[in-house]
């Protein structure tokens, strides 16, 4: 046999606002205050235009920290996710054979190990940098 209060405890399980009239009344009351319908989040934006691309580069190519300019122009290329950039390594470049990049550990699993073919403005970019890069630390080695 069941006791009653496992029953009344079922009961309000089942029925958590109450009576259905009172779930009534509050969706009444959130539809006159029109704070049922989701909120939708803000554009995303729009794209940069050729002029606003080219003064982000020309800025970042003036910055102290030589890693800016070229994690900009691949950004602006390449379409790699935030994390995806930050977390490029060397040997995941390929200046001579290729010319691609191959991405690590992605946000999805379709994304992880993608191939991105480099055009010529991502390579000068890159090969510049490559070049500091070993004037700077004397070697690149591939897990960097």
């Known amino acids: 046999m069941i006791p009653s209060s496992m029953i009344r405890e079922s009961n309000r399980c089942r029925h958590p606002i109450g009576s259905s009239t009172h779930g009534d009344l509050i969706r009444a009351k959130l ?7 989701l909120v939708l989040p803000p554009s995303p934006g729009r794209a940069y235009t050729a002029d606003e691309k080219a003064r982000m580069l020309a800025e970042a190519a003036k910055l102290r920290s030589k ?36 991405v690590g550990k992605s946000k999805t699993e379709a994304g992880t190990g993608r191939v991105i073919p480099l055009n010529a403005t991502v ?22």
């Open 67 to 102: 890693n800016m300019y070229p994690a900009l122009v691949l950004d602006l290329n390449c379409g790699l996710r935030d994390k995806e950039l930050r977390e490029l390594r060397w040997q995941q470049v390929d200046l001579v054979h290729k010319k691609a990049l191959t």
């Open 31 to 37: 539809r006159r205050e029109k704070a049922v319908k």
């Open 123 to 144: 390579l000068a970019a890159l090969e510049l940098h490559a070049a500091w890069y070993i004037k700077r630390f004397g070697e690149c080695k591939p897990e960097w």
